[in-house]
């Protein structure tokens, strides 16, 4: 009976270690799937990058009547409809297509830039954001992923040493390349009644400047640290959200303002150059 009773057990453990170990090996396949796949898609838009600034002229496609699509961007919206730009960050992961699903809010939650279903998903912005037009606050999703991959990076910036060497995040809407400055880094609570919530997420577009102040104000007083950039009502700003696991539905959030005009690579150049030489524009 005892011999028999053993033999269960075993072979309950070797069944129970079995499936442990082609779950980790599935997991790692994804993960390298995923990176490989993203990896691709940014040499894409590098090398028609890199064309585009070796010619006198690209070819110009048009987006709307007023705005042309921007040649690293054309080929990826011809594959996926749902694309709205591309975000980056320098010396971290975060180098991605960025998505929108306006009538499946929550699609690229858990599905890849091609569609296929994924657990890494895509960075996306909500639904009730305009990126054209542009929305005073763009919400941007993206999964804190363990092999530090999507928006698990945006963590680097809880630290003020990093955060001085990389001020800047560039989020490139599908016509148009702009640069940010980043304004505040916070945690906190969502999808609670807690005092602690901040539902960052619910502001859009200010009805009037006391609103956006008030947003801007709750930011900087949550920031870990004081940048020394603020807001003024009439700036753009980006929201990128991830989870941040010190306690329950917490969110790691980073803030920024545009400052950049649309196509604003001059005004790019001037901002670096300005903050070269000890100045802040604010």
């Known amino acids: 009976m005892k011999k028999k009773i053993c033999t269960i057990l075993i072979a309950v453990l070797v069944a129970v270690l079995g499936a442990s170990t082609y779950f980790i090996i599935e997991h790692y396949k994804e993960a390298n799937k995923q990176a490989e796949f993203y990896s691709e898609l940014a040499d894409l838009v590098n090398a028609a990058a890199q064309t585009d600034a070796a010619t006198e002229q690209a070819e110009q496609i048009p987006y709307s009547e007023e705005k042309t699509l921007l040649p690293e961007l054309a080929e990826l919206y011809q594959q996926n409809g ?32 091609d569609k296929e279903y994924s657990d890494y998903g895509c960075p996306y912005v909500q639904e009730d954001c305009d990126v054209q037009e542009p929305s005073d606050n763009l919400v941007i999703y993206g999964h804190h992923m363990s092999n530090g991959s999507m928006f698990a990076h945006l963590e680097k910036f809880k630290s003020k040493d990093f955060w001085s060497e990389h001020r800047m995040i560039t989020f490139n809407t599908l016509t148009d390349k702009q640069e940010y400055e980043i304004v505040a880094v916070f945690r906190t609570v969502v999808y609670t009644d807690s005092p602690e919530a901040f539902k960052f997420c619910r502001f859009i577009d200010a009805e009037s400047t006391n609103e956006f102040d008030d947003f801007i104000a709750k ?12 807001a003024e009502y009439g700036d753009k700003l980006i929201t990128l959200s991830t989870c941040e696991y010190s306690r329950n539905n917490s969110r790691l959030v980073v803030v920024a303002k545009r400052i950049t005009e649309d196509g604003g690579a001059d005004a790019a150049k001037t901002h670096a150059e300005a903050t070269a030489e000890g100045e802040r524009p604010n």
Do not use: R
């Not at 749902?82 to 690229?108: K, R």
């Open 82 to 113: 749902d694309l709205v730009g591309w975000i980056s960050i320098a010396d971290t992961n975060i180098n991605y297509p960025v998505m929108q699903s306006v009538n499946e809010p929550n699609f690229y939650l858990k599905h890849g830039f």
């Open 219 to 230: 930011c900087k007083e949550l920031s870990f640290y004081d940048t020394g950039v603020t």
